[in-house]
């Protein structure tokens, strides 16, 4: 028996080792994915306060190295490995979900704290401080996107550890191909993947008005309430921020009734 995406066409609005791998996952599930990105990262437009922190980094200065997405590390790793730097083994890395985890894994780094449930920036520091103490811990690194909110950094300044804040990225509008915003204007793609606030507005200011049956699929509460304040009709929200939870939902939701003439 086949699942609900069988042959429907997927909007992946990322490319790079993210996309390639969610592709792959949709054509497993008999998907035709579509990987035209709305955003991508770029490096700081002043890169130099960012290197001085991953120098400090790899030189094991920090304890604890706080990553909230794939692409922090892929612009770490874009650091370290041409200079032949590596993450020290004495940094202890958390890393908000699995997607995230498998990029430091792929870094060849393990990862010391991943959140249980829901992939969230409230989740992960919620739980990694329940029964840890800033006395004890050290220096921590947070790493993030020039556009994501401090939860990480405010929470542990307000707990009373020693962190420090590193831009690791921009995040940046990237213009569809005119047939795929005409295919989402008309209705010839039927789901697209919406995996965060950027995304959604780089979607809405690109396809003012998507066609009434293209499904709306968001990676979690938080990125629904972003896209419904944008406008948007969410057909369907994942239960734990994770793409790879929300194709599995996707994938058993129910079929459509076939019509026939």
Do not use: K, N
Not at 9 to 28: D, H, N, T
Not at 58 to 71: C, E, Q
Not at 122 to 151: F, H, K, N
Not at 251 to 256: F, K, L, T, V, Y
């Amino acid at each position: 028996m086949t699942g609900a995406l069988q042959g429907a066409r997927v909007l992946v609005p990322r490319a790079g080792a993210w996309g390639e791998r969610v592709a792959a996952e949709l054509r497993r599930r008999g998907a035709d994915p579509v990987v035209a990105p709305l955003i991508q990262t770029a490096p700081p437009r002043d890169p130099s306060v960012r290197d001085g922190m991953f120098a400090e980094l790899a030189a094991g200065r920090y304890d604890w190295l706080f990553v909230t997405s794939a692409a922090s590390i892929e612009q770490l790793a874009a650091f370290l490995t041409p200079r032949g730097l590596t993450l020290p083994a004495t940094t202890q890395v958390a890393a908000v979900g699995q997607a995230t985890a498998r990029a430091v894994a792929d870094l060849g780094a393990d990862v010391a704290f991943v959140p249980v449930g829901q992939s969230s920036a409230r989740a992960m520091i919620a739980q990694w401080s329940a029964g840890r103490a800033a006395a004890s811990t050290g220096r921590c690194l947070v790493v993030r996107s020039d556009l994501a909110a401090a939860v990480i950094s405010d929470e542990l300044e307000l707990q009373g550890y020693t962190v420090d804040v590193c831009i690791g990225y921009r995040t940046v509008g990237v213009d569809l191909p005119d047939a795929v915003a005409r295919d989402l204007a008309d209705g010839r793609i039927d789901v697209v993947l919406l995996t965060s606030l950027s995304v959604g507005r780089e979607l809405r200011r690109q396809v003012p008005q998507l066609a009434a049956s293209v499904l709306v699929a968001s990676i979690g509460p938080g990125t629904t309430r972003d896209a419904e304040r944008l406008g948007f009709t969410v057909g369907h929200t994942a239960h734990t921020q994770s793409v790879d939870a929300l194709l599995a939902e996707l994938d058993s939701r129910p079929r459509s009734p076939e019509v026939t003439p």
